[in-house]
């Protein structure tokens, strides 16, 4: 019979380690969308709506607010985040700390754990909220006593602290249909460069 620490790890992953890869931003925006999924209307990569600034991730709620997560992963990129301005010179920060009608209901600051050791909670600014990103391997749990270990890379997202509410202005119906077709329009040029990279893989190994 198995005590009950045994059994838990025969039927969750373990955590066994920082993933030796590089965290990147795609693999971020992957693992905010795993999270938020299910209380969204949409989620986007690298989108930018009307009038704002191009987010890495952009999300709806299912009650209709947006929320805007950057991702940082060294010192440089945030300090450079805090000078982007508009076409009209605005500064992003300073919309967002006044809460413009044009900036996301709620903003965070994705940060990967390398960057973290570099940006102090203190010096990030009040309006946004802070969530550490982390790159995990886990072993997943043996369903045969005998068979071989496997694992998968993972990325844990975790809140330092909550973001605060910037304005209480619903998304425009008409900005989420831009998006819809944003990603319609994605999924095709996709699929075409996939095909295209195929065929020419063939050609090359064929000559």
Excluded at 169 to 184: C, G, N, T, W
Aim: hydrophobic content about 40%; charged content about 25%.
């Amino acid at each position: 019979m198995r005590n009950q620490h045994e059994s838990h790890a025969m039927t969750e992953p373990v955590q066994i380690g920082p993933d030796v890869m590089a965290l990147t931003e795609r693999r971020i925006q992957h693992a905010i969308y795993r999270e938020k999924v299910s209380a969204c209307r949409i989620i986007m990569p690298n989108f930018t709506p009307p009038e704002w600034f191009e987010c890495d991730v952009w999300a709806v709620t299912k009650a209709g607010f947006a929320h805007e997560y950057e991702v940082k992963l060294t010192r440089t990129d945030f300090l450079n985040d805090c000078l982007k301005k508009d076409g009209r010179m605005m500064n992003k920060h300073g919309m967002l700390g006044r809460g413009d009608e044009r900036c996301p209901s709620r903003f965070w600051f994705v940060i990967g754990a390398l960057a973290w050791k570099e940006i102090p909670e203190s010096g990030v600014p009040a309006f946004a909220g802070i969530i550490r990103a982390e790159a995990l391997v886990l072993r997943e749990p043996q369903l045969r006593p005998n068979s071989l270990p496997s694992f998968r890379q993972y990325v844990r997202l975790t809140i330092v602290r909550p973001a605060p509410r910037l304005n209480r202005i619903k998304v425009d119906e008409r900005v989420i249909q831009l998006a819809y077709r944003s990603s319609y329009y994605r999924y095709w040029n996709e699929r075409q460069r996939v095909l295209t990279s195929t065929t020419l893989d063939k050609l090359e190994a064929s000559a």
